[in-house]
């Protein structure tokens, strides 16, 4: 197999003293601008060398997005442009598919992830969001997703910032760890205690007040009428 036939810039010249940037991955979900603007940032110095960037892009792949840059010939790829609309064309479909509000307010932690991972993985997804979220809701809506115990917590909480929510958790998720917070100690305080004169009554799976109040005497039948007294006049008999 000719080396030379499977490279898209074979006869590249590398500068003297390059060395190839670090680039952040694409795997075919994130923004695609963001992608190639991130990557020309890189490649400053060296932009209007098409082929040093066409052969560098394929750095900045990984998984499918690799595959796809290694089955481009040269026919179709001859100038950087040529390669940044394709790769337009490809995964523009990701663009029309970005996540909305919606999306971020049905997110959940899943239960092998810390609260640090979860809130990595939102903020990530949060981005994409089109138009940009502001700080504000950003908060209110990473809040919204929170369940017990954390948003028990929460509730009240003066905290502003997305840093902010995160570190107030973490502190919340280590508290529950080392048994300093019981999972359940925020519900169990806020319930209402029962009246003195309160008895639960539990029946068919529910419970139902019953107010007890003191005994009634209760007389059946008619109640005796007061009896009167005989007339204690005594009768004098005339003699």
Same mark, same amino acid.
């Given at each position: 197999?000719?080396?030379?036939?499977?490279?898209?810039?074979?006869? /590249?010249?590398?500068?003297? !003293?390059?060395? +190839? %940037?670090?680039?952040?991955?694409?795997?075919?979900?994130?923004?695609?601008?963001?992608?190639?603007? +991130?990557?020309?940032?890189?490649?400053?110095?060296?932009?209007?060398?098409?082929?040093?960037?066409?052969?560098?892009?394929?750095?900045? /792949?990984?998984? #499918?997005? #690799?595959?796809?840059?290694?089955?481009?010939?040269?026919?179709?790829?001859?100038?950087? &442009?040529?390669?940044?609309?394709?790769? +337009? !064309?490809?995964?523009?479909?990701?663009?029309?598919?970005? %996540?909305?509000?919606?999306?971020?307010?049905?997110?959940?932690?899943? /239960?092998?992830? =810390?609260?640090?991972?979860?809130?990595?993985?939102?903020?990530?997804?949060?981005?994409?969001?089109?138009? %940009?979220?502001? @700080?504000?809701?950003?908060?209110?809506?990473?809040?919204?997703?929170? &369940?017990?115990?954390?948003?028990?917590? +929460?509730?009240?909480?003066?905290?502003?910032?997305?840093?902010?929510?995160?570190?107030?958790?973490?502190?919340?998720?280590?508290?529950?760890?080392?048994?300093?917070?019981?999972?359940?100690? =925020?519900?169990?305080?806020?319930?209402?205690?029962?009246?003195?004169?309160?008895?639960?009554?539990?029946?068919?799976?529910?419970?139902?007040?019953?107010?007890?109040?003191?005994? !009634?005497?209760?007389?059946?039948?008619?109640? #005796?009428?007061?009896?009167?007294?005989?007339?204690? !006049?005594?009768?004098? @008999?005339?003699?």
């Amino acid at each position: 197999m000719d080396a030379k036939e499977l490279s898209l810039v074979p006869d /590249l010249v590398f500068p003297p !003293k390059f060395k +190839m %940037p670090e680039f952040e991955k694409y795997n075919g979900t994130s923004c695609l601008e963001a992608h190639i603007t +991130m990557f020309c940032q890189r490649m400053t110095g060296h932009v209007n060398n098409d082929q040093l960037l066409i052969h560098c892009f394929q750095d900045s /792949l990984a998984g #499918a997005t #690799a595959k796809w840059y290694s089955q481009l010939s040269r026919t179709q790829v001859k100038s950087w &442009k040529d390669l940044a609309q394709a790769f +337009m !064309k490809q995964y523009g479909y990701v663009t029309d598919i970005a %996540p909305y509000r919606i999306t971020l307010h049905n997110m959940e932690k899943k /239960l092998n992830e =810390s609260f640090r991972q979860y809130a990595q993985r939102w903020r990530e997804i949060a981005t994409q969001v089109q138009p %940009p979220l502001l @700080e504000k809701e950003t908060t209110m809506l990473f809040i919204n997703t929170l &369940k017990a115990p954390f948003i028990n917590h +929460m509730l009240g909480s003066t905290t502003k910032s997305f840093s902010d929510i995160v570190m107030f958790v973490e502190m919340i998720e280590n508290a529950i760890r080392c048994e300093k917070i019981e999972v359940g100690e =925020s519900t169990r305080r806020s319930a209402p205690k029962k009246k003195e004169n309160e008895v639960s009554n539990v029946n068919m799976g529910y419970a139902k007040p019953i107010m007890v109040n003191q005994p !009634k005497v209760v007389v059946t039948g008619q109640q #005796a009428l007061p009896r009167q007294e005989p007339n204690t !006049k005594q009768n004098i @008999e005339k003699p």
